[in-house]
């Protein structure tokens, strides 16, 4: 689950980040109400979306060459204007993709002086099952092209979780950021701070870009994005609560709601699968036979019709579906209990379009009488590899 940076600042400020202040708005009169609460004479004016890449984003409905969602205001009146031009607009920015995402909520903040931007991240690293801190001096807005082109200027710290963070991480961040002196030792707290906010906020990925040193010295965190594990999600209802459904795709929110795993993808073919890793099988079978999965779906362990139906009317919704493959092992399940459910939710859904089910395990037999005996035009398939054989060949004949 991502989160805003306002937010992500809320919460890191706890740990003793140092923050410059800032106010969240809603609207254009929020927006003026919170630089009247700032010192001045600079304020910045940032597009709160859950997507990076905003300073040097676009607004769909605005000139080509107008600025993008971060904006310097030196007055109220431009707060005014900047929050009047984007507040219900669309920020393009190379994370949003094409469609872009709408500007609803707006982030007021002190201006900084800035003297020098750096990059500071942690992700949990798979490879290594520990937390990589990846630093860099070429912080501020063209970061990934510093990883592409100049990658000997990213330094990454590997934390041992079980040890923690030691006095020596710090000391290679600061190093790694070739600071001395008085910001040596602040970007070895400031470090030390954020590594303690990750792992206490069950974080996955953390990245302040840029990190600034302002003009009298001080080492400032002037951009935030923060996303957590969703697994672990239970441990935080202050952090649930931050959730912005409006930030999310429609249909992963309706997911959710049922306990359905549910990511959208690009392709044509709808998948309805029980086990993470079957449907992940699946998807790649589908693209084996010369097509896309439309989605990765896992309906769980213990799916019952609710959730079949939930399912099957969520893959539906995608207009880009143009046929379904249900790839399902009955484990815990019976075949026979998912037959009838799949049955009775493409009936209450008329189904439109072709329908593959193959089913392996506890009553399978019985479980393809069901399907064979349901009137509905459904093709029962044998395994995996005649599955996606058979729902592409529908798909095209339909086309
Ligand atoms: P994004 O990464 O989405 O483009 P940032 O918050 O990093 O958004 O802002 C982009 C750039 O705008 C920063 O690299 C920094 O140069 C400038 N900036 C952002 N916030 C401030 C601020 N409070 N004061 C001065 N400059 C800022
Ligand atoms: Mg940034």
Request: hydrophobic share 45%.
């Given at each position: ?64 060459d ?25 920020l393009?920015t ?31 690293d ?24 100049t990658?000997?200027?990213i330094?990454?710290?590997?934390v ?25 030792k ?56 931050l ?6 795709d429609?249909?992963e ?23 993470a ?7 790649d079978?589908?693209k ?27 893959i ?10 249900v790839?399902?092992?009955?484990g ?30 506890t009553?399978v ?10 009137g ?19 798909v095209?004949?339909?086309a």
């Open positions: 689950m991502n989160i805003h940076e306002y937010q992500a600042k809320e919460l890191l400020s706890k740990y003793g980040v140092g923050i410059p202040a800032g106010i969240a708005a809603l609207t254009v009169e929020e927006a003026v109400a919170a630089a009247r609460q700032l010192p001045g004479p600079l304020y910045v004016v940032k597009a709160q979306i859950h997507a990076g890449g905003r300073g040097k984003g676009k607004f769909k409905e605005l000139a080509a107008a600025k993008g969602g971060v904006r310097l205001a030196k007055s109220i009146e431009e707060v005014e204007a900047f929050a009047k031009e984007m507040l219900g607009n669309t393009v190379i994370q949003t993709g094409d469609a872009g995402k709408q500007v609803n909520r707006l982030y007021v903040t002190d201006g900084v002086d800035i003297e020098k931007e750096y990059y500071l991240s942690m992700v949990v798979r490879a290594t099952s520990r937390v990589a801190l990846i630093v860099s001096t070429e912080g501020g807005m063209d970061i990934e092209e510093v990883a592409h082109s990658p000997e200027r330094t990454t710290i590997t041992d979780i079980a040890t923690g963070f030691q006095a020596h991480h710090g000391r290679a961040v600061a190093f790694a950021l070739k600071l001395t002196g008085e910001l040596n602040q970007a070895q707290k400031i470090s030390k701070q954020l590594y303690e906010a990750f792992v206490a906020l069950d974080c996955d990925m953390l990245e302040i870009n840029p990190l600034v040193e302002t003009k009298d010295g001080n080492l400032l965190v002037l951009d935030t994005k923060m996303s957590f594990d969703s697994n672990a999600l239970y441990r935080h209802p202050d952090v649930m609560a959730r912005d459904e409006t930030e999310e429609p249909a929110v309706e997911a959710s709601k049922y306990d359905l795993a549910y990511i959208k993808l690009d392709g044509d073919i709808g998948c309805m699968v029980n086990g890793g079957l449907a992940m099988a699946t998807m079978i589908i084996l036979n010369g097509m896309f999965p439309a989605n990765f779906l896992d309906v769980g362990g213990g799916a019952n019709k609710e959730k079949v139906t939930a399912a099957f009317k969520i539906l919704a995608d207009p880009a579906v143009k046929g379904i493959l790839n399902i092992f009955g815990i399940m019976k075949c026979d209990v998912i037959a009838e459910g799949i049955v009775a939710a493409a009936k209450e859904v008329n189904l439109q379009v072709p329908l593959v089910v193959r089913l392996e395990g009553n037999q019985q479980g393809k009488d069901i399907l064979a005996g349901s509905l035009p459904i093709v029962a398939a044998n395994d995996l590899g005649d599955a996606a054989k058979k729902i592409v060949a529908e095209k004949n339909v």
